[in-house]
């Protein structure tokens, strides 16, 4: 669970008589808004929006979060939390470490959360943006620290370097936001490639193309790792001559 004190906003006189009062609403407000964002896309919900599903006037609600994208940022941060925890107990359960069994997990784990996607995808852009630097710092400490740990289980399982798992959590979670975006499901967009034979195209099937493209990267970490222990063998004299002549 989040801290709260590095999310909610401190500014202003506080209604609730206690932290622990305070917490609830603050609570209370983020389950609203994860409420509405599964709904709807998270671009959609305003803070009005959130405000009335919470039974707050929106000017109060700034007394718990400076703006609406804070409290989706802190819903992201949990989503990172969340993901982080399943996906390490999962890859410590599978049966084969290949690059491709553990791309799978890794694409079907993402998938299994749409609402995750959506704000992977909403994060960096507008999310990050519009909050403080100490909103925005203790987001990306948090999602960090969650990336450290699946890091270091994909080490594990593939004998990678951990710049190569970083880079590996990165186009996942960078193409799950993408490709959910472009596959716009539940949308009248989605409606009119599906029910226009000449956009078929543009339907995307975001759990295979994502194992897809993950598979491939993770293979190619997987063989330049190898190639990378194998030994030096060294040149004969016979060789050596040969290359001089």
């Known amino acids: 669970m989040l801290c709260y004190d590095l999310f909610v906003s401190s500014a202003g006189p506080q209604r609730a008589r206690s932290a622990e009062a305070k917490q609830s609403r603050a609570r209370a407000i983020l389950d609203a808004a994860r409420s ?4 709807h896309s998270v671009r959609e919900v ?7 599903a919470v039974g707050m006037h929106k000017s109060a609600m700034l007394r718990y979060f400076e703006t609406r994208e804070q409290i989706f940022l802190a819903l992201t941060a949990e989503g990172w939390q969340e993901w982080s925890r399943a996906l390490r107990t999962r ?3 599978l ?5 491709d069994t553990v791309a799978a997990a890794i ?3 993402l998938v299994a959360r749409p609402f995750f996607c959506d704000l992977l995808a909403q994060a960096p852009l507008n999310l990050e943006r519009n909050v403080s630097l100490d909103s925005a710092y203790a987001f990306k400490t ?4 969650e990336v450290s740990a699946m890091a270091s289980t994909l080490r594990e399982l593939l004998g990678i370097t951990e710049l190569e798992a970083n880079d590996a959590i990165a186009t996942a979670t960078s193409m799950a936001g993408a490709l959910w975006q472009m596959a716009a499901p539940g949308t009248r967009l ?9 956009l078929a195209h543009a339907i995307v099937d975001v759990e295979p193309q994502l194992t897809r493209i993950l598979t491939a ?8 790792t190898t190639t990378r222990q194998l030994p030096v063998q060294p040149r004969g004299r016979g060789q050596a001559q040969q290359r001089t002549t």
């Open 217 to 224: 990267l993770l293979m190619g970490i997987c063989v330049t």
């Open 107 to 109: 694409a079907q784990s």
């Open 190 to 198: 989605r409606a009119l490639y599906e029910t226009r034979p000449e």
């Open 36 to 39: 509405l964002g599964t709904q």
């Open 46 to 52: 305003t803070l009005t929006d959130i405000a009335a």
């Open 91 to 93: 890859l410590s359960d």
């Open 142 to 145: 948090a999602v960090l620290a």
């Open 95 to 99: 049966t084969g470490t290949s690059p």
